[in-house]
């Protein structure tokens, strides 16, 4: 009986044996088959197109050679320069080389504010502006006529003009100017005077090109004054005063 069992085991282990050895077994390698049977169609890039492309200026990504005005250009090199003052560059090894190099750049810097200042004093001199009072709190001047309910008919024009005149405002004496050049145009109807028109509204209402065109200059004047609050001294007014008379002449 025990030789049965022994026979058994030996079966049952060399069966087990077999089956492992098969599972493990190393395939074949793998064939790589040439697919003759199929065509490959090589296309290329046309060289006229390309170029055609290459010509074109959305095509053309460094700015550097981009066509630019003279105007454009001047900016270019402007901001470059503007930034590049802002702009410390290495510093020599040497320790008076470089205290130098900063101060030179301070002294870059403030001659360009320097130039900047002076430009604009030139302009607000130009512009008839009084630069010594532009940071000045000026004093309250009292006016005898309310700026929005004027009523030229009521106004003795000469009397209130001679005196703003002597008490050297002449921002407001500019505005009765203005106003009693308006009832002459009014008087004489040319245009008609309603308290709550605009000044353009009067300027469009003259049918005569030559008055027109002068009591466009007029109203220029009167506004850059008035409503500008530009400061102007008794030389500057003798001039506005000399337009207005030379308007008013004109006015039958």
Not at 50 to 68: C, G, I, M, T
Not at 157 to 178: K, T, W
Request: glycine share 4%; net charge positive; hydrophobic share 45%.
């Amino acid at each position: 009986m025990r030789f049965i069992c022994f026979i058994f085991f030996c079966l049952a282990t060399g069966l087990a044996s077999a089956s492992a050895t098969t599972a493990v077994a190393p395939k074949g390698h793998a064939v790589l088959t040439v697919d003759s049977a199929s065509a490959v169609n090589v296309r290329h890039f046309d060289a006229n197109t390309l170029k055609s492309y290459a010509r074109q200026p959305e095509f053309k990504y460094d700015e550097s050679k981009v066509d630019l005005s003279w105007w454009e250009r001047f900016w270019h090199w402007f901001w470059d320069w503007f930034i590049g003052l802002f702009k410390f560059k290495k510093l020599p090894g040497n320790l008076f080389l470089s205290i130098l190099t900063i101060l030179w750049r301070i002294i870059e810097i403030l001659t360009l504010l320097g130039a900047i200042v002076a430009i604009i004093y030139v302009i607000l001199k130009w512009s008839g502006v009084d630069v010594r009072n532009v940071f000045r709190r000026q004093p309250a001047v009292a006016i005898s006529h309310s700026e929005f309910v004027e009523n030229i008919n009521t106004i003795n024009f000469d009397a209130e003009i001679e005196n703003a005149v002597a008490a050297h405002n002449y921002r407001f004496a500019v505005r009765l100017l203005y106003l009693k050049c308006l009832k002459q145009l009014s008087d004489s109807g040319l245009i008609e005077w309603k308290i709550d028109k605009t000044n353009y509204a009067y300027l469009n209402e003259l049918k005569n090109e030559g008055q027109r065109a002068a009591f466009g200059s007029l109203t220029r004047k009167f506004e850059y004054v008035w409503y500008g609050e530009f400061l102007i001294d008794a030389s500057l007014y003798g001039d506005i005063s000399s337009s207005f008379s030379n308007f008013n002449k004109q006015v039958p």
